[in-house]
């Protein structure tokens, strides 16, 4: 068994391997019903227990319940991947009871009686979505098939005691797969240093890039990607040879804004580089680029001069009360008297409207408060009308209902930060409009 | 792992390596195995399920039960202990069938009829024969089975685990069909529905009730006057299941069995191991529980380690009883670790209303404007954090409309505020003005 041990070559999971070794390693052994992996996306479950069935050379078969939407597809799946061979078309295999059958044929001819079969299902959170009878089924797949040695792995970022419905289950055998600490992260990101730079010169890299991103984010795919990214980015100075390569404060330098304005990016997946060569190849750290990727959202539309306001005349309708609209937009209106008795009423404890969400309003108010802060006053024309129309193509705007006969209802989909850019680019005050604003 | 001093003088002279997987795999056995544990305790319902099984077997009577209990009660053990004592001592057995049917598998009448098929073994008798109704279904089956007179039939024993979910059936035509022969004895079956529901009655239909013979076993886990008495009674049945008994055919030298078992006679009195299965008690008396524990606890015997020592049963009972929910908040980020603090301030502020996105963002925006070092957070990466927290399910949605934007959907949180403190206290280089702020009364 010790050597089974070191021949798992699995950084920073020793506990783990050695737990789920000792459970399935021996093959004359009982084994339980039901293992339970959960811990942190990315955290190396699923490699860790195909790597030890691999080496434990068992028979396996691994489904991702998230392709496997259907019960028929994760049991066609299971079936073909323990004969080794894909399964004819005509063995359909739609419910828990021809599953069954199909194994047990399976085992007969195949030998399976005493030997470990496996069956690891990721993503298993999604079953519980699935039929009700499914999960409880595959828990006691060992009683149900009569199969003494078959094994069925939940692997899930959930923990168990989401998964018990009211009528309970039996409990699993727990693992937990423990977060990395920054030192395994450390450990692991190394793993992918490029052939032609010292460990020393990359380990000091991961430092700095490690520092600046953890505090966001720690899941180990997107640290990993993030770490190629920039360090391509790190080393542009060093094959133009402006800086030495053991330079590390001008190189430090050099990059902290690179990995800023990556960590806006994290999870997006936007290709960096193409966005700041579409603003400007030379000069990277021009005005543009120190924009905040919101900004760059909101400028990426081009929107039309009438589009502009109507979507900010949308913006106030949604977020203001229509009680409201008189004082703010009427000229000339008794305000000082009321605004005197409102604000005596009204405390703190009311939660400003942007933080509950739109409201929806009709066509009506939206011309009408557009009308009220544009100043020249466009006729009412198709061309208008169909700015609102492509407003709600680009999702900017969302129809609520779809009565033909009512007037039709809207509900801003854009939050403050993009009203702001966009009324930054008219020179218009929203903030003057906004009843809940401070 | 602490290792006691008398160990290394033990280990090599009594147990050998070879030995220990033998023991391992005997013990894993005991504990796993069904059949290598009969059923234990509440003698009166299982004589009456025996005697139940006995009279359909023996004299062709029909009957039907329900047999209901927790799960982890021992329902279906005390079914199958029954089964083979009569397979036992019992001539008739051999002419009489035994149909299992199973809530999970048999999910509609049709599978159900089926799988009695299956098990009755007629299949090629019912072959392509189109039957009008399902109850003309069941008794031709049925009839297959009788060889002229009523002495002379096969008895067939039907047993119906999760048997609440059959009530769920379309018209309940199963249960209906099969408590009509039973009560009608046109072909001797016998009934046993196994159920942890207690109120399993109320889901018959009115004329499926009427024909059931309200024969009800209920089976209760065992139970104690006293707490004492139940971990000594704990004690035993640990004991019981680590040690190896002496009639096993096994390539084990005595000298070595009667040692470990002095050794696991004395460990489980020990009083580290006894507050362990203390513990464990006091939270739940299913005996699941106590058999996946002590699996983890000789799974961690190898030829490395020939011993089982008392900080073995702690160190698993520590990773059993650990709070998960804390251990996954400290695997998170600090932003969102953050973010959780801040939902747990928005419910004290505002005595857990659900919060949305957009609340919960600005609750720290304005922590990050109070703070020294600023977070530098970008709201995308924020949002990003939140969904996270979503997808771990720390966050549950109050409704699940699609219509509300997701910046604006309202959310409950999942975690109590020790738990997320716990987590905070734990965190590893965690900056320290958010643990001042988690466990500041925010106002």
């Known amino acids: ?438 | 792992m602490s290792r006691t001093p008398k160990k290394p003088k033990t280990t090599t002279n009594v147990i050998k390596p070879n030995e220990v997987l033998s023991i391992r795999k005997i013990v894993k056995s005991q504990i796993l195995d069904p059949a290598s544990n009969p059923f234990r305790g509440s003698p009166k319902e299982f004589s009456d399920v025996l005697y139940l099984f006995r009279r359909a077997i023996e004299n062709g009577e029909s009957n039907s039960a329900l047999l209901i209990g927790p799960r982890g009660s021992g329902k279906s053990t005390l079914v199958e202990t029954a089964i083979k004592s009569l397979q036992d001592d019992c001539e008739a057995f051999d002419d009489s069938v035994i149909v299992r049917l199973n809530g999970y598998v048999h999910t509609d009448d049709r599978l159900a009829l089926k799988g009695i098929a299956t098990q009755l073994q007629l299949e090629n008798a019912v072959g392509d024969k189109v039957f009008g109704s399902f109850a003309e279904n069941l008794t031709f089956l049925l009839q297959c089975l009788s060889q002229g007179d009523r002495e002379h039939s096969k008895s067939v024993i039907f047993i119906l685990n999760e048997f609440d979910l059959f009530c769920h059936h379309q018209n309940q035509t199963l249960l209906y069909n099969l408590f009509d022969v039973a009560q009608s004895a046109q072909a001797p079956i016998c009934v046993l529905g196994i159920t942890c529901r207690k109120d399993v009655t109320d889901l018959l239909e009115k004329r499926v009730m009427s024909r059931f013979s309200n024969r009800q076993i209920h089976l209760y886990p065992q139970a104690f006057e006293t707490l004492e008495e139940g971990v000594r009674n704990r004690i035993q049945l640990c004991i019981n299941l680590l040690s190896l008994s002496s009639k096993d055919k096994i390539n084990i030298s005595a000298a070595t069995v009667a040692h470990w078992n002095a050794e696991v006679e004395s460990l489980c009195h020990n009083p580290t191991v006894t507050d362990c299965l203390k513990q464990m008690y006091y939270t739940s008396n299913c005996e699941r529980t106590l058999r996946n524990f002590l699996l983890l606890v000789i799974s961690r015997l190898d030829d490395n380690k020939l011993e089982l020592c008392p900080s073995d049963f702690s160190e698993v009972s520590k990773q059993l009883h650990r709070n998960l929910r804390v251990a996954m908040a400290e695997g998170l980020s600090v932003l969102e670790l953050c973010l959780l603090i801040a939902m747990m301030h928005q419910n004290e502020i505002f005595d857990f209303a659900p919060f949305n996105f957009e609340m919960v963002f600005n609750r720290l925006l304005k922590f990050e404007q109070h703070s020294s070092k600023t977070m530098n957070v970008d709201r995308q990466v924020v949002f990003k954090g939140f969904e996270h927290l979503k997808a771990l399910e720390f966050i549950k949605p109050v409704s699940s409309s699609s219509q509300v934007l997701k910046e604006f959907q309202m959310f409950n949180l999942m975690l109590v505020t020790d738990e997320i403190r716990e987590a905070v206290n734990n965190y590893q280089g965690l900056p320290t003005e958010v643990s001042q702020w988690a466990f500041s009364d925010y106002t």
């Open chain 1, 1 to 438: 068994m010790g050597v089974l041990d070191s021949s798992f070559d699995i950084l920073c999971r020793n506990g783990e391997v050695k737990q789920l070794v000792s459970l399935l390693g021996q093959p004359e052994e009982s084994i339980p019903q039901c293992i339970f992996i959960s811990g942190h996306k990315s955290s190396g479950k699923s490699y860790t227990i195909h790597k030890v069935l691999d080496g434990l050379k068992v028979h396996y078969a691994s489904v991702n319940c998230v392709e496997g939407y259907l019960p028929r597809l994760i049991f066609e799946s299971i079936l073909s991947q323990i004969k080794g061979e894909i399964l004819p078309p005509t063995s359909k295999c739609d419910d828990v009871m021809e599953f069954l059958t199909s194994l047990k044929v399976m085992a007969d001819e195949m030998n399976l009686h005493d030997k470990v079969v496996v069956i690891v299902l990721e993503g298993s959170e999604k079953l519980r979505d699935m039929s009700p009878n499914l999960l409880p089924a595959l828990m006691q797949l060992q009683e149900l098939s009569c199969l003494k040695k078959v094994c069925v792995v939940l692997v899930s970022d959930v923990l168990w005691d989401k998964y018990i419905p009211p009528g309970g289950l039996p409990p699993p055998i727990q693992i937990f797969f423990q977060q990395y600490s920054q030192s395994d992260i450390l450990k692991i990101l190394a793993l992918d240093k490029p052939k032609d730079y010292p460990a020393d010169f990359y380990s000091n890299y991961l430092q700095l890039f490690v520092a600046v991103f953890l505090r966001s984010c720690r899941d180990i795919t997107e640290l990993r990607y993030k770490a190629a990214e920039n360090f391509s980015k790190y080393c542009e100075p060093i094959l133009r040879g402006e800086i030495d390569m053991n330079d590390s404060g001008r190189l430090w330098k050099h990059i902290s804004p690179h990995l800023k304005t990556s960590l806006q990016l994290i999870y997006m997946r936007f290709e960096t580089e193409k966005l700041s060569s579409d603003m400007d190849l030379m000069k990277p750290m021009d005005k543009h680029s120190t924009l905040s990727s919101a900004a760059k959202f909101a400028l990426s539309f081009e929107l039309p001069y009438y589009a502009k306001y109507l979507i900010i005349a949308a913006f106030l309708a949604s977020y203001n009360s229509p009680k409201e609209d008189k004082k703010l937009f009427v000229k000339l209106s008794g305000r000082t008297k009321k605004k005197v008795q409102k604000s005596t009423k009204n405390t703190q404890t009311k939660i400003s409207s942007l933080v509950v969400g739109p409201r929806q309003f009709d066509l009506e108010r939206l011309l009408a408060i557009f009308y009220s802060i544009i100043e020249e006053k466009p006729h009412i024309s198709v061309n208008l009308l169909t700015q609102i129309t492509s407003l709600v193509e680009l999702q900017l705007l969302l129809k609520v209902g779809n009565d033909p006969l009512e007037t039709p209802k809207y509900k801003c989909a854009v939050g403050f930060d993009f009203i702001v850019i966009i009324a930054k680019t008219l020179s218009f005050n929203v903030t003057k409009y906004l009843v809940d604003y401070k």
